[in-house]
C-alpha cells in the first residue's frame, strides 16, 4: 500500500505555463517535505511543512500543508526549462524519523 | 552547509562478490538512513540507525546488512551482490524534520 500517493506521474509541459503536483494521504505526518532531484544526483530539499494550512514561497513555487496534515500541493507559476526534474513529497510521523516517498512527478518544460 | 557524502558515485561489481558503500555525515546528528530508488517503486528505506552502534530495519532490508561504529560514518552492505541490487543508493540523514541526502552511489551488479 502506497501511503503517500502523488499525482500527476508524469507532465510535460510549456515554458511560461502554471501546474500543481498534488501529494495525497490518509494518514496524518508532523510535517511534510518536497524534494527535487536530477537525473544521477541525490534528492535536494525544497521546502518543509509543518503546520495544518501552512503555506510557503520559494520564488515561483509555492507549498501548502492541507488543514487536516494529510495532504500537500505543490504550485509552480511560470515554469521554466530550469525546473526540470523529478519531484519528490515525503511525510515523516515524527520529527527525526525515516521519511515515506510518493513515487514522484517528473517535470519536463520545454522552451 | 550540510554535507552528506558517499564514498563512490558508480560501482559496478560481478555477482557473489561483498560490498560496501560508505555514508560519511559533517554534523553531530545520531539519525541516519540508507535508501534504494528503483524506477517505478519510488525510494524504498533498508536500514536506519538513531545511534552508534544501533540498526534498526527498514522494508526492505533482506540481503543488506549496517555497520554504524561511529556517530558520523553509516556504512551499507552487501554480503553476496546479486543482480536484483542493481539500483540507485541513497544515504541521508536528519535535522529535527528534515531529511537530507547525499548525491547517491549507482551500483551495478554483473
Known amino acids: 500500500t502506497q501511503l503517500l500517493e502523488q499525482s500527476p506521474q508524469f507532465l510535460s509541459i510549456q515554458e511560461g505555463e502554471n501546474l500543481t503536483v498534488y501529494c495525497n494521504s490518509s494518514?496524518?505526518?508532523?510535517?511534510l517535505q518536497w524534494y527535487r532531484q536530477e537525473p544521477g544526483e541525490g534528492p535536494v530539499l525544497l521546502v518543509t511543512v509543518v503546520t495544518g494550512g501552512e503555506v510557503k514561497k520559494l520564488k515561483r513555487l509555492t507549498f501548502q500543508f492541507g488543514d487536516a496534515r494529510k495532504d500537500s500541493s505543490l504550485h509552480i507559476t511560470a515554469a521554466q526549462p530550469g525546473d526540470t526534474g523529478l519531484y519528490l513529497c515525503a511525510g515523516a510521523r515524527q520529527a527525526g524519523t525515516a521519511l515515506i516517498f510518493g513515487k514522484g512527478t517528473t517535470l519536463s518544460v520545454s522552451s | 552547509d550540510v554535507k552528506v557524502t558517499q564514498s563512490s558515485r558508480y560501482l559496478v561489481k560481478r555477482t557473489g562478490e561483498k560490498v560496501f558503500l560508505e555514508c560519511v555525515q559533517d554534523?553531530?546528528?545520531?539519525?541516519m538512513f540508507w535508501y534504494r530508488q528503483d524506477p517505478g517503486l519510488g525510494l524504498r528505506l533498508i536500514y536506519f540507525s538513531y545511534d552508534v552502534k544501533m540498526k534498526e530495519k527498514g522494508d526492505i532490508p533482506e540481503g543488506y546488512s549496517v555497520s554504524r561504529e561511529k556517530k558520523e560514518r553509516f556504512s551499507l552492505i552487501l554480503e553476496s551482490a546479486s543482480t536484483n541490487q542493481t539500483s540507485m543508493y541513497l544515504c541521508?540523514?536528519?535535522?529535527?524534520?528534515?531529511?537530507?541526502f547525499g548525491p547517491g552511489t549507482r551500483l551495478t551488479v554483473t
Open positions: 494518514s496524518v505526518f508532523s510535517s
Open positions: 541521508a540523514r536528519t535535522s529535527s524534520y528534515e531529511q537530507y
Open positions: 554534523m553531530d546528528h545520531e539519525n
